[in-house]
């Protein structure tokens, strides 16, 4: 089984927010700084732009996004997007901090030009942010800049929580 995520690409166009388009802000905010109620964020996900896409969003589909992704955005939109399912986020353009904050999640974000204009809505495409390679149907392949390999080793351990507990179980293991 390969560790490179494929799947079905959910477009999105330019200047999504983040806030208040992705999730709404709004009604997370009455919880914030509680821990995430990753079935309420999965249930507002994307649902103001695509109506369908709680409903039909599968695991290990992929977000396909414009220029500006994901702007104004707190923790709980990447939350929301990992809970959904998607592997991976390939986008035009986004903030820094949405990449970060999504890795700490273990939600790959990659920068990939032109990828909005070479994926339709529904295709199955494949993006590897080992390798920033991102493969499109016609087998034609885009390139994003690739992970270094601490942001690989977070991505596959499902987070920055995760990595960390592993790492610190395995160094007092090593010490006992």
């Given at each position: ?16 927010c983040g806030d208040d388009g992705?999730?709404?802000f709004s009604i997370v905010r ?60 390939v986008v035009e353009s986004c ?82």
């Open positions: 089984m390969s560790d490179i995520p494929k799947g079905r690409a959910w477009k999105f166009g330019d200047d999504v992705i999730i709404d009455e919880g914030f700084g509680k821990e995430f109620d990753e079935d309420a964020l999965r249930a507002m996900c994307f649902r103001r732009l695509r109506p369908e896409f709680p409903e039909q969003v599968r695991k290990g589909d992929i977000v396909v996004g414009g220029h500006n992704f994901a702007h104004h955005n707190h923790v709980e939109v990447s939350v929301a997007i990992r809970a959904s399912g998607i592997a991976v986020v903030e820094a901090v949405f990449i970060r904050r999504a890795l700490n999640t273990g939600l790959p974000v990659m920068i990939c030009p032109g990828i909005s204009t070479a994926v339709q809505d529904g295709e199955v495409i494949s993006a590897d942010p080992a390798t920033g390679a991102v493969t499109l149907p016609s087998g034609r392949m885009l390139h994003a800049r690739p992970f270094s390999p601490r942001m690989v080793q977070i991505w596959k351990a499902g987070g920055v929580i995760p990595l960390l507990e592993r790492e610190f179980a395995a160094r007092r293991a090593a010490q006992e």
